[in-house]
């Protein structure tokens, strides 16, 4: 079983900046790719930013140039710097990875509990 953990939501001002991070653990034997979603009330969940094993990353246009995604491959870790964040930012955020448990097993979807990020005066 993975289990993905998060942190680093909370409360911030606008144009302020936090950093999330995400861990994967339990039985893993590769991680395909790592990244986060959001969820805002009323709103269908989106994807924010992704990061393969290669490096490769992809982003939501609405946050190009404001946030960048990392990895710490070796501790199966993700990270989702926020910069210059606007109101419209406020969403519970997902991490969510793709996970071979073993060898040659299926990939597995996993999500996180999710972390709330508040973007107020």
């Known amino acids: 079983q993975v289990q993905l953990v998060e942190s680093g939501g909370g409360l911030v001002q606008p144009g302020g900046s936090l950093r999330l991070s995400c861990a994967a653990s339990g039985v893993i034997f590769s991680i395909y790719s790592m990244g986060w979603y959001r969820q805002a009330p009323g709103n269908q969940r989106e994807l924010v930013a992704n990061m393969y094993t290669s490096g490769s990353t992809n982003y939501a246009d609405s946050v190009k140039g404001r946030f960048t995604i990392s990895r710490d491959n070796a501790k199966n870790t993700v990270y989702l710097q926020m910069s210059n964040l606007k109101p419209e930012d406020a969403a519970v955020y997902y991490c969510?990875?793709?996970?071979?448990?073993?060898?040659?097993?299926?990939?597995?979807?996993?999500w996180g509990q999710g972390t709330q990020v508040t973007v107020s005066s």
């Open positions: 969510n990875a793709d996970v071979k448990p073993y060898r040659g097993s299926d990939p597995m979807h996993v």
